[in-house]
């Protein structure tokens, strides 16, 4: 089997509403036997309520073995301070994985928010 690249893209969460105090992940990057994602770049975008007083936090896992042991890519990734007057985007990347899920949690203890995450990169098929 020949070896090649491919690009993906997609979204894992569209406008998604996480409740207060909630962690909402979007639905996990799986890729097929003989498949690797091999650099892939994340953005989310998270919208607060007008009225929300605290922010957000992205979280990440990984496996290499289909999802079976999930290993958290820096538990609290990535802190995002609260901005009520704009949506607040934040572009992450993750190499060498097959399996990859991506989460917001809502620190706010009073209103949602709402998180969109989106994903582009590459993909290694045909290792066998």
């Keep these: 089997m020949a070896i090649g690249i491919s690009k993906v893209t997609g979204t894992l ?18 890729a097929a036997a003989g498949e690797r994602y091999d650099h892939l770049v994340f953005q989310v975008n998270i919208t607060f309520n007008a009225s929300a007083t605290a922010g957000a936090v992205i979280h990440r896992r990984k496996s290499t073995n289909d999802g079976a042991t ?14 009520t007057s704009t949506p607040q ?4 990347e993750v190499s060498g994985a097959d399996y990859l899920e991506v989460g917001v949690e809502n620190l706010d203890a009073n209103y949602s928010l709402t ?4 994903y582009e990169g590459t993909k290694i098929t045909g290792l066998g």
């Design 70 to 83: 999930l290993t958290n890519v820096g538990t609290d990734f990535l802190s995002v301070d609260v901005n």
């Design 115 to 118: 998180g969109t995450i989106t």
């Design 89 to 92: 985007v934040v572009e992450f």
């Design 13 to 30: 969460m569209g406008a998604v509403s996480i409740a207060n105090g909630a962690t909402t992940f979007g639905t996990a990057l799986n």
